[in-house]
């Protein structure tokens, strides 16, 4: 709480976030997903997963991908292009056949950082 001439101005405690690659500030109470918390996880439980992603190959396939594809595939239309930031695999990693399949381009799809994390974080 403020005093300014007199007037009593409440303020809301906020938080600093990042969302969709921008760091932002939220009313404390507004829930977000702890995706930190999941990166540690994975780094903890899937170190094989984490190499991939690190590796020259990868990120060659990704960066090809980009190029062909530099808009989501999810959310852009021609009338509201949406610049992709990420590219997707859209059988995961984590099963057989995603797996068999993580360096080919018809199973990867360019998406920016709101509809991966929607799809991501939605089979929780």
């Known amino acids: 709480m403020h005093r300014l001439d007199g007037l009593v101005i409440m303020v809301q405690p906020m ?15 507004e ?20 190499n991939f992603y690190k590796s020259k190959r990868w990120q060659k396939v990704r960066r090809i991908k980009l190029i062909n594809n530099p808009l989501c595939e999810v959310c852009s239309t021609p009338d509201s292009p949406v610049l992709a930031e990420m590219v997707d695999h859209m059988i995961e990693t984590n099963t057989t056949e995603g797996w068999s399949h993580r360096f080919d381009e018809e199973y990867l799809q360019s998406m920016c950082w709101s509809c991966h994390n929607t799809k991501t974080f939605s089979r929780d």
């Not at 977000?32 to 899937?46: G, I, L, P, S, T």
């Open 31 to 50: 829930k977000v997903a702890d995706y930190k918390r999941y990166d540690k996880q994975r780094m903890r439980n899937e170190p094989e997963r984490i």
């Open 15 to 29: 938080k600093r976030i990042v969302r969709n690659g921008k760091r932002i500030l939220v009313p404390v109470t």
